[in-house]
């Protein structure tokens, strides 16, 4: 799954030459905490945020009105407070990547850029969230059942291999290595069919089954 399959292809942005008050009614009419900037053609000159805003915007303690600080605002310029160090990403680039920058600089969302640093779209979290229901198949119904085993090349062919002797669909499947080494194995199906027989087979297979559920479908 690749960020252009997720993004968000129209972005709201602001010029470098707009003011703090415009970004900042902007935001809050649409509920954004940041901003890409671009210039004429589209391409990325910076980023600013609501964080951004409020530094630059008189504190609790000052004693303008607000009708003066919102003069203050109108008179700042985007260029003199949004950071022009922009991490972005590609609409090539996989989802996987995504999650690790979003999660790595603590941000909510990455501006997604062309060749040229044109501004292409924007990726979330909550994209990110939605890539991970459908990549898990969440809105169909199935028993989650989770297997601790030894890190060891085939045993993933090994598993599915049983799930196949048994007729049984496996709706998604996720990997994880645990502190001690071992592999956590999360394993999807749709057991309506062939009923619950497929876990004794894991089991004396030799494979240590855990958190065995039921999911009904998600809309």
Request: glycine content about 4%; aromatic content about 4%.
């Given at each position: 799954m690749l960020v252009k399959n997720f993004m968000t292809a129209t972005v709201i942005t602001m010029r470098e030459d707009q003011n703090l008050l415009e970004a900042r009614e902007l935001m809050r009419g649409k509920n954004l905490l940041s901003l890409p900037v671009v210039d004429d053609i589209g391409r990325l000159r910076g980023i600013i945020t609501a964080v951004d805003i409020g530094r630059a915007s008189p504190g609790d303690a000052s004693t303008l009105s607000k009708y003066e600080a919102?003069?203050?605002?109108?008179?700042?310029?985007?260029?003199?407070?949004?950071?022009?160090?922009?991490?972005?990403?590609?609409?090539?680039?996989?989802?996987?990547y995504v999650a690790y920058q979003l999660y790595k600089y603590r941000i909510h969302a990455l501006p997604v850029v062309d060749e040229n640093n044109k501004l292409c779209g924007i990726i979330s979290q909550t994209d990110m969230f939605r890539a991970i229901v459908e990549m898990m198949n969440m809105n169909r119904g199935c028993t989650r059942m989770t297997l601790e085993t030894a890190d060891r090349v085939g045993v993933l062919a090994e598993v599915c291999n049983i799930f196949k002797e048994n007729n049984i669909n496996i709706i998604s499947l996720v990997t994880k290595q645990n502190s001690d080494g071992n592999t956590e194995i999360t394993i999807r199906a749709d057991l309506s069919v062939n009923g619950m027989d497929v876990i004794e087979h894991i089991r004396e297979a030799g494979y240590d089954v855990q958190n065995i559920m039921t999911i009904q479908g998600l809309e």
């Open positions: 919102n003069y203050l605002l109108g008179r700042l310029k985007v260029r003199e407070v949004m950071s022009r160090s922009v991490i972005t990403v590609n609409a090539d680039d996989t989802i996987e």
